[in-house]
């Protein structure tokens, strides 16, 4: 438990959380893609390879070379999506479909950092669009996040101008470190992926939550905390911690949070070549 209120004169520390099956348990972009269908930006061919891939991302998760394509395919697909559009439809659906996938333990955790005076940073490869209403509704200070170029039309260009994944998460939570005076040897983290093993690095207490086979090894080696989340709640249902507003959070995001489809198809597509028809590894 942390429950020790950090001296007023020590400097400051920070919680670092993945998003993705570390605070909620699913994909948050996946999450969306019925509510975008319904808003004309996907079409239904896309939607029924969602689901499929969102059972395939809850059963394995998603190592580098498949990021990667994501990353590439997530360019091309949100590519003309109205920003302000984009950002309607996860108002509107935002607690009808995070609130209820929310982990208690994640909760619990974020309550606790909290008391114990430790601002709580979401850092995920999710953009904007949806990474940062998340972090409000989960009263984070502050969220990094994935960032896309956006036109004069109001629309997405196809062009990322910061991928927030890998090294880069480790680059920006270093980054809010000087920013923000946190020491990091006291700071925590947490994830499910390997490919957040940098991130997991930077800080002096990172724990791996719900990992995958890879950072289940990692942490084995390194002696890192595991820990097992199951419990999906409503925040609403808990206590009333969460009805506080949050600080102001600082959000190097971007809009491609809001593709819905991304790992989705992406995923769905190099596992058919790459298995060659083959019955995907569960």
Not at 115 to 122: M, Q
Not at 182 to 189: F, K, V
Not at 213 to 233: G, H, K
Request: hydrophobic letters at 45%; charged letters at 20%.
């Amino acid at each position: 438990m942390l429950c020790v209120v950090e001296n007023c004169f020590s400097p400051r520390t920070a919680a670092f959380f993945d998003l993705d099956k570390t605070v909620i348990a699913k994909s948050s972009t996946l999450t969306f893609s019925k509510s975008f269908y319904q808003g004309g930006l996907i079409n239904r061919r896309a939607v029924l390879r969602t689901a499929y891939t969102q059972f395939v991302f809850l059963a394995g998760g998603a190592d580098h070379e498949q990021m990667e394509k994501m990353r590439a395919y997530l360019s091309a697909l949100c590519k003309g999506w109205n920003v302000q559009q984009v950002k309607e439809i996860v108002a509107e659906t935002l607690h009808d479909l995070i609130d209820p996938i929310i982990y208690d333990e994640a909760a619990t955790l974020i309550e606790e950092h909290h008391t114990a005076g430790r601002d709580v940073v979401i850092v995920s490869t999710s953009g904007a669009e949806v990474v940062e209403p998340i972090g409000e509704l989960l009263g984070a200070d502050r969220v990094v996040a994935t960032r896309m170029v956006v036109g004069d039309d109001g629309c997405f260009t196809g062009e990322i101008e910061y991928y927030a994944y890998g090294p880069t998460k480790a680059e920006a939570v270093r980054a809010l470190a000087v920013s923000e005076g946190y020491d990091l040897s006291r700071c925590y983290a947490y994830s499910d992926s390997a490919t957040d093993v940098p991130m997991l690095e930077a800080v002096g207490h990172p724990h791996a939550v719900n990992p995958d086979r890879a950072l289940r090894r990692e942490a084995t080696l390194r002696e890192w905390p595991i820990l097992v989340f199951n419990r999906p709640v409503r925040l609403k249902q808990r206590l009333p911690a969460f009805s506080m507003p949050p600080r102001p959070a600082l959000v190097a995001a971007a809009a491609v949070g809001a593709a819905a489809v991304t790992a989705g198809l992406v995923w769905y597509a190099s596992r058919r070549r790459t298995a060659g028809g083959a019955a995907l590894p569960g």
